[in-house]
């Protein structure tokens, strides 16, 4: 069965394409935008949804991300979604208990020792005409008001039919405000991450330090303006041709108070010796350590490596995966235009058919290469994002 049929709200449908088509064209690019996209459809795919069981909710989930997933396989989107199956079975549960408690209250307590009717004789249950040798070889007969008095004893009094399917269809009615509410809690994380990872800034930045950092991250921007508002320090960016977004880095940095310097990247490795941290965002945060940042990343942290200095990853949590590097050794299968690198006009006498150019949007920072990650949940080694990984995730949901 396709995804598209899965959902039988037509309008709801209509969203999730359109958000597809959006993320395609790039209309939508940034983690936290399509997080934020991502998680306000996957809300309006289980308001309109109808179902009676688990099963079905989280068929209809799943159905709605993949689609979204094929669109932007390597983004966080399948971490939110992953997210919001977990909610789903966490609400499901917490109301199955809660119906079991309720049932628990509700169910007439097991007869006393005290009230059971006395017990009755084997005379009353043995025909009169019958051996002692037939009773013997059949057993002593029990009445069927006897075997209740009995199960009533033990606790167990008798259910009426259709009890399960019942309970089943009242906690798969009753999840959907709470599984809403829980999505909105989600909804406020995204919102806040900034601040939430910018928190603890002045407690990793020293008065008087030199940072470089690549690019633009809002993540790495909101830290780095949260720690001049205690700190005195220079922010050397770099400018990552060919997007040059580090131009935009700069001059926000600038305009802010903070002392900026924007140097070409052939300049990283000389000016490392004098770095006293180096602070990169990140496009996703794989299960072994492993980084996703942008273009020029590896560079840098290459170059901190050979310095001995300490390489600051920025992120919110939302961005760590269960998954692991599944594709290039050292980038992302994941390219720009190639006449940003070079263009059809400096291509003259050059044989392009034996030319590959290559874009790539991101640089694969291996683990060792890192040596913290402040995310707005608090500070983890790479060594610990497999654990992060572990309790945010169902094992179950690591392949969509």
């Not at 002045?202 to 303006?225: N, P």
Request: hydrophobic fraction near 40%.
């Amino acid at each position: 069965m396709r995804d598209a049929n899965v959902i039988k709200d037509k309008a709801t449908q209509k969203h999730v394409e359109a958000l597809v088509s959006k993320l395609r064209r790039r209309q939508v690019v940034g983690s936290h935008a399509t997080a934020l996209e991502t998680v306000l459809l996957l809300r309006q795919v289980i308001s309109t949804a109808k179902f009676n069981t688990l099963d079905q909710l989280v068929t209809i989930v799943k159905a709605a991300g993949r689609q979204i997933i094929e669109a932007q396989p390597k983004g966080t989107v399948g971490n939110i979604v992953r997210k919001v199956l977990r909610l789903i079975r966490e609400e499901f549960n917490a109301a199955a208990a809660a119906a079991g408690a309720n049932s628990s209250h509700t169910s007439t307590p097991p007869a006393r020792a005290s009230q059971l009717p006395p017990p009755t004789p084997a005379s009353a249950v043995v025909p009169a005409s019958s051996s002692l040798s037939n009773f013997v070889l059949l057993g002593h007969p029990r009445s069927h008001q006897s075997l209740e008095v009995e199960q009533a004893s033990r606790g167990h009094p008798r259910q009426p039919s259709g009890h399960v399917e019942h309970s089943e269809e009242f906690k798969a009615m009753s999840v959907k405000p709470a599984l809403i509410d829980a999505i909105k809690d989600v909804i406020d994380e995204l919102e806040t991450v900034y601040d939430g990872v910018a928190k603890n800034a002045r407690d990793h930045i020293h008065a008087d330090e030199i940072i470089l950092t690549i690019g633009k991250s809002s993540t790495v921007e909101a830290f780095l303006k949260s720690a001049a508002h205690y700190r005195k320090f220079t922010v050397i960016v770099a400018e990552t041709a060919p997007s040059f977004s580090g131009r935009d880095m700069a001059q926000s940095l600038s305009a802010s108070g903070i002392s900026t310097v924007l140097v070409p990247d052939s300049c990283v490795y000389a000016l490392m010796s004098r770095v006293n941290k180096v602070i990169l965002g990140a496009h996703a945060v794989l299960a072994n350590g492993g980084v996703f940042a942008i273009s020029g990343s590896l560079i840098a942290a290459s170059a901190a490596r050979a310095h001995a200095t300490p390489v600051v990853i920025c992120t919110g949590q939302y961005k760590f995966t269960p998954l692991w590097n599944l594709y290039h050794e050292y980038a992302a299968v994941d390219f720009g235009d190639p006449a940003q690198v070079l263009a059809v006009k400096d291509s003259e006498g050059i044989d392009m058919d034996k030319v590959d150019i290559v874009n790539p949007y991101y640089d694969y920072v291996k683990p060792e290469l890192v040596d913290v990650l402040i995310t707005n949940e608090g500070d983890h080694p790479p060594s610990y994002v497999y654990r992060v990984v572990k309790e945010a995730y169902d094992e179950e949901d690591s392949d969509l």
